[in-house]
């Protein structure tokens, strides 16, 4: 069992070595309302998603692969924020964001308020690799979808009764006047970073936004240098949290910043951020591969979805201040 403080002072590992780190979201459901067997659901989901980025890094695969392969297997399960389990805007729709970064020549890939795709990733992935722009929204995104042959789901599939009753609490409860206070329904998003064994490093961020948010509302995750962002001299960044605070402070960004301009270490960079960010009101947290693979998990909430796997292939994952627990 790992301490969630001892992955800032891993070792990075031999040159070639791989890293890999995923999260399912900041701000998880209360302890006392967390059963032992949906706690387990949730580290099932995220060793399953790391175990696809590890067994495409582990082959000699990209990072930008394995990132990609990670996401879209949390996308797939409807616990997570993302794909099949996003949450529902005030207007009872569905709308997603997702974005992606190639830590080699900064190329990246975005979508925000699309519904349809069955993976947003692969949405974001297809803007970068298959036009000349980095952000694409609504209809426009959609028709490159359909044109680079997408796969689209129907609206059933990814329609939630854990996300619409959901929805209507939350609904209930500004209508009363009530503060939310609740992490897990404020925010919640996907991600994954990883280095290969090439030394290159990308992230990966997919989400569904807050519960009951405006229509048309974008958080930090399509925002590259906010929610995701990635680039092979310094880091790759993938976060979750109240999103309008990461896109004031340019998250993601700041953290590669401390590290090419100040030197910073790659953990008490990200520490030091998330910390900051904790002190005006921006809860949330991140996970983050450095250019010598290794990794900072940092969060300022009550929990967050976590877990990472290295070079010697073992699967660790946690949820709240506790011990990683190995697959």
């Known amino acids: 069992m790992l301490s969630p ?23 998880t459901l209360r302890r006392d309302a967390m ?15 790391l175990g696809a980025g590890r067994d495409l890094l582990a082959a000699g695969g990209s990072a930008l692969d394995a990132v990609t392969a990670a996401v879209v297997a949390l996308e797939d399960d409807p616990l997570f924020n993302a794909g099949r389990g996003a949450v529902f805007t005030r207007a009872g729709t569905q709308e997603m964001d997702a974005a992606i970064m190639d830590g080699r020549e900064h190329r990246a890939g975005a979508v925000a308020g699309i519904f349809g795709p069955k993976n947003p990733i692969l949405a974001a992935r297809a803007v970068m690799e298959n036009s000349p722009h980095v952000l694409l929204i609504g209809e426009g995104a959609l028709a490159l979808c359909r044109a680079t042959g997408l796969a689209f789901a129907d609206p059933d599939y990814f329609r939630t009764a854990a996300r619409w009753r959901a929805l209507r609490e939350t609904l209930a409860q500004k209508e009363s006047g009530g503060a939310d ?29 807050m519960t009951g948010k405006h229509p048309g509302r974008v958080g930090d995750t399509p925002i590259i240098g906010a929610g995701t962002y990635a680039d092979n001299a ?94």
């Open 5 to 27: 403080r001892l992955m800032d002072k891993r070792s990075a590992g031999p040159a070639d070595a791989f890293s890999l780190a995923v999260h399912g979201g900041a701000g």
């Open 35 to 49: 059963s032992a067997s949906r706690g387990a659901r949730y580290h099932a989901g995220l060793r399953r998603a």
């Open 181 to 209: 206070d609740d992490d897990a329904r404020r925010h919640g998003t996907v991600g994954a970073v990883a280095r290969d064994r090439h030394g290159n490093l990308a992230a990966a961020t997919s989400t569904g936004g």
């Open 234 to 327: 310094s880091c790759a960044v993938s976060a979750t949290g109240h999103g309008e605070f990461f896109v004031r402070f340019g998250v993601a960004h700041e953290i590669a910043a401390r590290i090419n301009h100040r030197g910073t270490p790659l953990a008490e960079a990200a520490r030091t951020v998330i910390d900051e960010l904790g002190r005006i009101g921006g809860s949330g947290g991140l996970v983050a591969v450095g250019r010598d693979g290794e990794l900072a998990l940092p969060f300022n909430c009550s929990g967050m979805y976590r877990g990472y796997v290295n070079h010697d292939g073992i699967v660790y994952t946690a949820i709240y201040d506790e011990a990683y627990q190995p697959a």
